[in-house]
């Protein structure tokens, strides 16, 4: 099983900040990774595919880069909005398709 | 657009089993995985399982002596049943649409169900 390995914990940042989310993967995914954004009683969301690839409506301040083993989620202005857990998944190894443990982005 | 609707029922007692449906609205059926990942209390995301319209499925290995997925392909419909839950069970879990054409991705999900396991 591919352990995938998100840091952060947590991440302070103030609104109109950039915040930069990393996931490492315990053997390579190739580029066969996303990104979600989880807010409280609500479905995750994907934002990102293929490691980089912005999901149909996501706005531009997020980008995703990064291939192999690490990864990087980047908000490169933080809207209200945007403060939730993230969480990586892979979609190389299966079964499972598993997903880091997640990063809280909280207001600073 | 596509949506997912699930429900099932949400308190179950030890040794019980767990049982929730999930239906497609709009968008194809036939093409994709249809999954289920679960989230326990202050915990992170854990991927259950998945079927394809063919009734294929595949299970996460930690969980697999107990759950089952199914499908309807006439009504649009896929299920889970976990057998023989305990408390380790409570979650809220969600059904989900794998996108499997190009790069994986779950694309659509459902609204969660949360179920609580407790004498």
């Known amino acids: 099983e591919i352990v995938m390995t998100q840091s952060p914990a947590t991440l302070s940042v103030s609104p109109g900040e950039r915040a930069t989310l990393s996931c490492r993967a315990s053997q390579s995914v190739s580029s066969n990774l996303a990104w979600y954004q989880h807010k409280p009683g609500q479905a995750p969301r994907l934002l990102i595919y293929?490691?980089?690839t912005r999901a149909t409506g996501i706005p531009a301040r997020f980008s995703g880069s990064g291939s192999g083993t690490e990864f990087t989620l980047t908000i490169s202005s933080l809207q209200s909005e945007d403060f939730a857990v993230y969480y990586c998944q892979q979609f190389n190894n299966w079964p499972p398709w598993t997903f880091g443990q997640g990063t809280k982005v909280e207001i600073k | 657009q596509v949506q997912l609707q699930q429900w099932g029922a949400g308190l179950l007692k030890p040794s019980e089993t767990l049982s929730l449906t999930c239906a497609v609205y709009g968008g194809s059926f036939n093409g994709y995985h249809w999954n289920w990942i679960r989230q326990p209390p202050g915990k992170g995301l854990e991927w259950i399982g998945e079927i394809n319209h063919g009734g294929s499925t595949n299970y996460n290995p930690s969980l697999k002596s107990r759950v089952a997925i199914s499908v309807d392909t006439s009504k649009n419909q896929f299920s889970l049943k976990v057998s023989s839950v305990t408390a380790a069970d409570t979650a809220v879990y969600y059904c989900a649409r794998l996108h499997s054409s190009g790069w994986y991705r779950l694309d659509y999900w459902g609204q969660g169900t949360p179920v609580t396991v407790s004498s």
């Open positions: 293929g490691a980089s």
